[in-house]
Nanobody
Framework: QVHLVESGGGLLQPGDSLRLSCAAS????????MGWFRQAPGKDREYAAV????????YYADSVMGRFTISRDKAKSTLYLQMNSLKSEDTAVYYC?????????????????WGQGTQVTVSS
């Protein structure tokens, strides 16, 4: 079992920056990939960014490429999402997820553990 807890959401203005954190606990040695997903009201949950652990590689959705950066602190078992140049269309609940068996890194349904989500609202 892996337990994930997100933090760092808030109310921002367009152009602002924000960093989300996701603290992992439990059987973290079983994790092969971690990702940030987001879900806007009335829309499906979508992939934003993923990091694979071995080898360590990062992947980004086109909508966040160049603005968001996913990273992790192995010692703290914490995943981060640095979000810059925020736009109103980034407004969503952001979820951290972990994968413990190989699957499609872009598909929410292939992830095995989820955090509770943190709200990010970008509005002028």
């Amino acid at each position: 079992q892996v337990h994930l807890v997100e933090s760092g959401g808030g109310l921002l203005q367009p152009g602002d920056s924000l960093r989300l954190s996701c603290a992992a606990s439990g059987d973290t040695s079983s994790i092969i990939a971690m990702g940030w997903f987001r879900q806007a009201p009335g829309k499906d949950r979508e992939y934003a960014a993923v990091v694979t652990l071995i080898p360590e590689r990062t992947y980004y959705a086109d909508s966040v490429m160049g603005r968001f950066t996913i990273s992790r602190d192995k010692a703290k078992s914490t995943l981060y999402l640095q979000m810059n140049s925020l736009k109103s269309e980034d407004t969503a609940v952001y979820y951290c997820a972990s994968m413990v068996r190989h699957g499609n890194f872009y598909m929410p349904s292939d992830y095995h553990y989820w955090g509770q989500g943190t709200q990010v609202t970008v509005s002028s």
